[in-house]
Protein backbone atom coordinates (compact mmCIF):
# COMPACT_ATOMS: atom_id res chain seq x y z
CA UNK A 1 0.00 0.00 0.00
CA UNK A 2 1.09 3.55 -1.14
CA UNK A 3 -0.33 6.41 0.54
CA UNK A 4 -2.10 8.68 -1.72
CA UNK A 5 -3.66 11.84 0.29
CA UNK A 6 -6.53 13.30 -0.44
CA UNK A 7 -8.58 16.43 -0.30
CA UNK A 8 -12.38 14.14 -0.41
CA UNK A 9 -13.38 11.32 -1.57
CA UNK A 10 -13.47 11.41 -5.58
CA UNK A 11 -16.91 9.63 -6.06
CA UNK A 12 -20.09 9.55 -4.24
CA UNK A 13 -20.47 6.65 -1.37
CA UNK A 14 -22.96 4.05 -0.97
CA UNK A 15 -24.52 2.20 0.99
CA UNK A 16 -22.39 -0.92 1.77
CA UNK A 17 -23.86 -3.82 0.21
CA UNK A 18 -22.82 -7.94 -0.31
CA UNK A 19 -22.81 -7.41 -3.85
CA UNK A 20 -20.63 -4.65 -5.49
CA UNK A 21 -22.01 -1.62 -5.99
CA UNK A 22 -21.27 0.51 -9.18
CA UNK A 23 -20.45 4.27 -8.59
CA UNK A 24 -21.05 6.56 -11.31
CA UNK A 25 -17.12 7.87 -12.42
CA UNK A 26 -15.79 5.50 -14.66
CA UNK A 27 -15.16 7.36 -18.21
CA UNK A 28 -12.67 8.65 -19.90
CA UNK A 29 -11.27 12.96 -18.60
CA UNK A 30 -9.29 14.74 -20.35
CA UNK A 31 -8.82 19.04 -19.50
CA UNK A 32 -9.16 19.81 -16.31
CA UNK A 33 -13.18 21.04 -17.21
CA UNK A 34 -13.68 17.80 -16.62
CA UNK A 35 -11.73 16.70 -13.69
CA UNK A 36 -12.40 17.66 -9.79
CA UNK A 37 -10.37 19.24 -7.86
CA UNK A 38 -9.30 16.26 -5.64
CA UNK A 39 -9.78 14.23 -8.76
CA UNK A 40 -6.50 16.07 -10.04
CA UNK A 41 -4.62 15.91 -7.34
CA UNK A 42 -4.94 12.30 -7.20
CA UNK A 43 -3.81 11.56 -10.84
CA UNK A 44 -0.71 13.67 -9.96
CA UNK A 45 0.26 12.14 -7.38
CA UNK A 46 -0.24 8.79 -8.92
CA UNK A 47 1.71 10.19 -11.87
CA UNK A 48 4.16 12.27 -9.46
CA UNK A 49 4.45 8.94 -7.07
CA UNK A 50 4.51 5.87 -9.63
CA UNK A 51 4.62 7.26 -12.96
CA UNK A 52 7.77 9.97 -12.55
CA UNK A 53 9.24 9.71 -9.51
CA UNK A 54 9.20 13.21 -8.79
CA UNK A 55 7.36 14.82 -5.95
CA UNK A 56 4.14 16.16 -5.88
CA UNK A 57 4.54 19.32 -7.58
CA UNK A 58 4.01 17.40 -10.90
CA UNK A 59 3.21 20.64 -13.57
CA UNK A 60 -0.55 20.76 -13.51
CA UNK A 61 -0.34 21.41 -17.19
CA UNK A 62 1.04 18.03 -18.11
CA UNK A 63 -1.50 16.73 -16.23
CA UNK A 64 -4.75 18.14 -17.84
CA UNK A 65 -3.24 17.33 -21.46
CA UNK A 66 -2.36 13.52 -20.38
CA UNK A 67 -5.74 11.32 -20.53
CA UNK A 68 -6.61 8.74 -18.22
CA UNK A 69 -9.75 6.43 -17.17
CA UNK A 70 -11.36 4.91 -14.93
CA UNK A 71 -12.05 1.76 -15.86
CA UNK A 72 -13.89 0.50 -12.66
CA UNK A 73 -15.04 2.18 -9.41
CA UNK A 74 -17.47 0.14 -6.94
CA UNK A 75 -18.01 -0.90 -3.55
CA UNK A 76 -17.43 -3.69 -2.05
CA UNK A 77 -17.95 -5.32 1.73
CA UNK A 78 -14.61 -4.56 2.14
CA UNK A 79 -13.61 -1.77 -0.13
CA UNK A 80 -14.01 0.93 -1.94
CA UNK A 81 -12.23 0.03 -5.55
CA UNK A 82 -11.37 2.40 -8.30
CA UNK A 83 -9.18 1.29 -11.18
CA UNK A 84 -7.77 3.90 -12.84
CA UNK A 85 -5.74 3.81 -16.38
CA UNK A 86 -3.04 6.41 -17.97
CA UNK A 87 -1.17 5.85 -21.16
CA UNK A 88 2.07 3.94 -18.79
CA UNK A 89 0.19 2.07 -16.08
CA UNK A 90 -2.78 0.55 -14.54
CA UNK A 91 -3.63 1.71 -10.88
CA UNK A 92 -5.67 0.04 -8.38
CA UNK A 93 -6.90 2.53 -5.43
CA UNK A 94 -9.10 1.02 -2.15
CA UNK A 95 -10.95 2.34 0.81
CA UNK A 96 -11.65 5.90 1.25
CA UNK A 97 -7.93 6.83 1.75
CA UNK A 98 -7.25 6.13 -2.34
CA UNK A 99 -4.42 4.57 -0.91
CA UNK A 100 -2.28 2.53 -4.21
CA UNK A 101 -2.53 -1.07 -3.80
CA UNK A 102 -1.67 -2.53 -6.65
CA UNK A 103 0.00 -1.06 -9.94
CA UNK A 104 1.03 -2.46 -13.08
CA UNK A 105 3.15 -0.92 -15.84
CA UNK A 106 2.97 -0.76 -19.30
CA UNK A 107 5.79 -0.03 -20.62
CA UNK A 108 8.36 -2.30 -17.67
CA UNK A 109 7.50 -4.69 -15.12
CA UNK A 110 9.25 -2.94 -12.37
CA UNK A 111 7.13 -0.41 -10.10
CA UNK A 112 9.70 1.77 -8.47
CA UNK A 113 8.03 0.69 -4.96
CA UNK A 114 7.79 -1.77 -2.21
CA UNK A 115 6.00 -4.27 -4.37
CA UNK A 116 9.79 -5.10 -6.20
CA UNK A 117 11.28 -5.98 -3.03
CA UNK A 118 8.65 -8.97 -2.24
CA UNK A 119 10.51 -10.33 -5.93
CA UNK A 120 14.03 -11.02 -3.77
CA UNK A 121 11.94 -13.12 -1.30
CA UNK A 122 12.48 -16.54 -3.23
CA UNK A 123 16.54 -16.02 -3.12
CA UNK A 124 16.98 -16.62 0.67
CA UNK A 125 14.20 -19.40 1.07
CA UNK A 126 14.39 -23.07 0.61
CA UNK A 127 12.63 -24.25 -2.47
CA UNK A 128 8.70 -24.66 -1.79
CA UNK A 129 5.05 -22.66 -2.41
CA UNK A 130 5.36 -19.28 -1.13
CA UNK A 131 2.06 -17.59 0.66
CA UNK A 132 0.69 -14.04 -0.53
CA UNK A 133 -1.46 -12.65 2.34
CA UNK A 134 -2.87 -9.19 0.88
CA UNK A 135 -3.22 -10.02 -3.00
CA UNK A 136 -4.73 -7.14 -4.16
CA UNK A 137 -4.53 -6.62 -7.89
CA UNK A 138 -1.81 -9.14 -8.17
CA UNK A 139 1.46 -6.69 -8.67
CA UNK A 140 3.68 -9.03 -6.76
CA UNK A 141 2.28 -11.91 -7.90
CA UNK A 142 2.98 -10.94 -11.43
CA UNK A 143 6.85 -10.01 -10.53
CA UNK A 144 7.55 -13.18 -8.91
CA UNK A 145 6.21 -15.34 -11.63
CA UNK A 146 8.12 -13.02 -14.26
CA UNK A 147 11.58 -13.20 -12.64
CA UNK A 148 10.91 -16.86 -10.64
CA UNK A 149 8.45 -18.44 -13.46
CA UNK A 150 8.50 -22.17 -11.71
CA UNK A 151 7.03 -20.77 -8.83
CA UNK A 152 4.26 -21.84 -6.59
CA UNK A 153 2.29 -19.28 -5.55
CA UNK A 154 -0.74 -19.09 -3.30
CA UNK A 155 -2.76 -15.98 -2.37
CA UNK A 156 -5.51 -14.63 -0.15
CA UNK A 157 -7.34 -11.55 -0.25
CA UNK A 158 -10.70 -11.33 1.93
CA UNK A 159 -12.56 -9.36 -0.79
CA UNK A 160 -14.07 -11.54 -3.88
CA UNK A 161 -15.31 -8.76 -5.71
CA UNK A 162 -11.31 -6.84 -5.59
CA UNK A 163 -10.30 -10.69 -7.10
CA UNK A 164 -12.51 -10.55 -9.52
CA UNK A 165 -11.87 -6.90 -10.59
CA UNK A 166 -8.22 -8.13 -10.54
CA UNK A 167 -8.64 -10.57 -13.03
CA UNK A 168 -10.57 -8.33 -15.08
CA UNK A 169 -8.22 -5.66 -15.12
CA UNK A 170 -4.83 -6.36 -13.65
CA UNK A 171 -4.57 -9.79 -15.15
CA UNK A 172 -4.48 -12.42 -12.53
CA UNK A 173 -6.46 -14.88 -14.33
CA UNK A 174 -3.43 -15.19 -16.43
CA UNK A 175 -1.70 -16.22 -13.98
CA UNK A 176 -4.02 -18.71 -12.36
CA UNK A 177 -3.44 -20.74 -15.89
CA UNK A 178 0.03 -21.17 -15.33
CA UNK A 179 3.56 -20.35 -16.45
CA UNK A 180 5.33 -22.66 -19.57
CA UNK A 181 7.95 -22.98 -16.62
CA UNK A 182 5.12 -24.66 -14.05
CA UNK A 183 4.61 -21.81 -12.30
CA UNK A 184 0.94 -21.05 -10.99
CA UNK A 185 -0.77 -18.97 -8.83
CA UNK A 186 -4.03 -20.05 -6.42
CA UNK A 187 -5.81 -17.62 -5.39
CA UNK A 188 -7.84 -18.22 -1.73
CA UNK A 189 -10.54 -15.74 -0.92
CA UNK A 190 -10.85 -15.61 3.11
CA UNK A 191 -9.42 -14.21 5.84
CA UNK A 192 -5.77 -14.60 5.62
CA UNK A 193 -4.63 -14.61 9.01
CA UNK A 194 -7.27 -17.48 10.18
CA UNK A 195 -5.45 -20.42 11.45
CA UNK A 196 -5.72 -23.20 9.12
CA UNK A 197 -4.30 -26.74 9.75
CA UNK A 198 -3.82 -27.75 6.41
CA UNK A 199 -1.49 -24.61 6.03
CA UNK A 200 1.04 -25.61 8.82
CA UNK A 201 4.39 -26.19 8.12
CA UNK A 202 3.62 -26.18 4.01
CA UNK A 203 5.35 -22.47 2.68
CA UNK A 204 8.89 -21.30 2.35
CA UNK A 205 8.14 -18.24 2.12
CA UNK A 206 4.91 -15.67 3.25
CA UNK A 207 4.48 -12.07 2.11
CA UNK A 208 2.41 -9.61 3.82
CA UNK A 209 0.58 -6.61 2.59
CA UNK A 210 -2.37 -6.75 4.88
CA UNK A 211 -4.09 -2.96 5.69
CA UNK A 212 -7.51 -2.12 6.09
CA UNK A 213 -8.96 1.66 5.37
CA UNK A 214 -5.34 2.65 5.15
CA UNK A 215 -4.32 1.54 8.63
CA UNK A 216 -2.42 -1.11 9.65
CA UNK A 217 -4.68 -4.27 11.16
CA UNK A 218 -4.89 -4.63 14.97
CA UNK A 219 -4.32 -8.00 14.54
CA UNK A 220 -0.22 -7.25 13.02
CA UNK A 221 0.91 -5.62 15.98
CA UNK A 222 0.07 -8.51 18.38
CA UNK A 223 2.72 -11.43 18.80
CA UNK A 224 0.63 -14.42 19.01
CA UNK A 225 -0.39 -13.67 15.22
CA UNK A 226 2.96 -13.71 14.07
CA UNK A 227 4.14 -16.72 15.92
CA UNK A 228 0.89 -18.42 14.53
CA UNK A 229 1.96 -17.87 10.96
CA UNK A 230 5.45 -19.12 11.78
CA UNK A 231 3.86 -22.48 12.59
CA UNK A 232 2.77 -22.45 8.39
CA UNK A 233 6.33 -22.29 7.69
CA UNK A 234 8.75 -24.91 6.53
CA UNK A 235 12.15 -25.32 8.59
CA UNK A 236 14.46 -21.95 7.29
CA UNK A 237 11.43 -20.03 5.95
CA UNK A 238 11.14 -16.66 5.97
CA UNK A 239 8.46 -14.14 6.20
CA UNK A 240 8.88 -10.63 4.87
CA UNK A 241 6.30 -7.90 5.47
CA UNK A 242 5.07 -4.51 4.17
CA UNK A 243 5.15 -2.31 7.60
CA UNK A 244 3.83 0.69 6.14
CA UNK A 245 5.36 3.46 7.91
CA UNK A 246 5.91 5.15 11.40
CA UNK A 247 2.62 4.18 13.46
CA UNK A 248 3.35 6.49 16.47
CA UNK A 249 3.73 9.36 13.94
CA UNK A 250 2.20 12.66 13.80
CA UNK A 251 0.67 14.30 11.32
CA UNK A 252 0.45 17.93 10.02
CA UNK A 253 -2.18 19.94 7.66
CA UNK A 254 -0.77 21.52 4.77
CA UNK A 255 -3.29 23.44 2.21
CA UNK A 256 -6.18 20.94 3.75
CA UNK A 257 -4.31 17.71 3.43
CA UNK A 258 -3.26 15.45 5.78
CA UNK A 259 0.39 14.53 5.66
CA UNK A 260 2.79 12.31 7.78
CA UNK A 261 5.20 14.35 10.00
CA UNK A 262 8.30 11.16 9.93
CA UNK A 263 10.55 10.85 12.51
CA UNK A 264 13.94 12.86 11.62
CA UNK A 265 15.84 9.45 12.93
CA UNK A 266 15.86 7.10 9.56
CA UNK A 267 16.60 4.14 11.86
CA UNK A 268 14.20 4.65 14.41
CA UNK A 269 11.87 1.53 13.14
CA UNK A 270 11.10 1.01 17.08
CA UNK A 271 8.46 3.31 16.07
CA UNK A 272 6.87 1.03 13.79
CA UNK A 273 4.04 -1.39 15.75
CA UNK A 274 4.28 -4.16 13.31
CA UNK A 275 8.40 -4.22 13.49
CA UNK A 276 8.20 -4.00 17.59
CA UNK A 277 6.46 -6.95 17.72
CA UNK A 278 7.91 -9.37 15.50
CA UNK A 279 10.89 -8.31 17.22
CA UNK A 280 9.32 -9.50 20.39
CA UNK A 281 8.26 -12.76 18.49
CA UNK A 282 10.94 -13.63 17.03
CA UNK A 283 13.92 -11.76 19.18
CA UNK A 284 17.45 -11.77 17.06
CA UNK A 285 16.02 -13.29 14.17
CA UNK A 286 14.53 -10.03 12.60
CA UNK A 287 15.83 -7.57 9.77
CA UNK A 288 14.03 -4.17 8.71
CA UNK A 289 15.25 -1.63 5.71
CA UNK A 290 12.64 1.59 4.90
CA UNK A 291 12.54 2.67 1.23
CA UNK A 292 13.58 5.91 0.04
CA UNK A 293 11.42 8.93 -0.02
CA UNK A 294 10.45 8.53 -3.67
CA UNK A 295 9.89 4.86 -3.52
CA UNK A 296 7.40 5.37 -0.55
CA UNK A 297 9.37 4.97 2.53
CA UNK A 298 8.02 2.02 3.38
CA UNK A 299 9.29 0.15 6.29
CA UNK A 300 10.20 -3.69 5.51
CA UNK A 301 10.47 -6.54 7.31
CA UNK A 302 12.00 -10.05 7.14
CA UNK A 303 12.17 -12.91 9.53
CA UNK A 304 14.97 -15.52 10.24
CA UNK A 305 18.51 -14.69 10.42
CA UNK A 306 20.31 -11.77 8.65
CA UNK A 307 20.84 -13.66 4.87
CA UNK A 308 24.36 -13.00 3.52
CA UNK A 309 23.43 -9.80 1.93
CA UNK A 310 26.63 -9.82 -1.43
CA UNK A 311 25.28 -13.46 -2.12
CA UNK A 312 21.42 -12.84 -2.27
CA UNK A 313 23.02 -9.72 -4.40
CA UNK A 314 24.17 -11.64 -6.66
CA UNK A 315 21.48 -13.90 -7.15
CA UNK A 316 18.42 -11.45 -7.73
CA UNK A 317 17.88 -9.62 -10.71
CA UNK A 318 20.27 -6.58 -11.45
CA UNK A 319 17.20 -3.86 -10.44
CA UNK A 320 17.03 -5.70 -6.76
CA UNK A 321 20.92 -6.33 -6.45
CA UNK A 322 21.92 -3.27 -4.84
CA UNK A 323 18.61 -2.73 -2.58
CA UNK A 324 18.87 -5.91 -0.27
CA UNK A 325 21.96 -4.49 0.77
CA UNK A 326 20.23 -2.26 3.11
CA UNK A 327 18.50 -4.37 4.90
CA UNK A 328 20.30 -4.77 8.45
CA UNK A 329 19.32 -6.52 11.89
CA UNK A 330 16.78 -4.86 14.70
CA UNK A 331 18.15 -4.49 18.12
CA UNK A 332 16.57 -6.73 20.87
CA UNK A 333 13.19 -5.35 22.06
CA UNK A 334 12.64 -5.37 26.03
Known amino acids: MLSVPLLRPFFPLSPC ?21 SSL ?16 NTDEEKVEEEEFQVLAAVRSNYN ?26 KR ?15 AVVPQGPIAILGLGGGTVAHLMLDIWPSLKLEGWDIDGILVDKAREYFGLSDLEKGT ?73 IKDGIVFPELSANDGAWVQNSIITALCKAFPGNVSWKR ?44
Open 17 to 37: SSTAVELPVAGAFRKSKDVTQ
Open 41 to 56: FLVRNVKARVLLGQDS
Open 80 to 105: EIVIVDTPKSRILLLDSTHNIHSVSN
Open 108 to 122: EKWTGAYWDEFASLP
Open 180 to 252: EAGGVLHVHVGDALSPSPTVHGRFSGIIVDLFSDGKVLPEMQEVSTWLEMSSRLMPHGRIMVNCGGNHAETSI
Open 291 to 334: MARADGENYLALTGPLPDLNAWSAIVPDHLSSNVKHWRPCGLVA
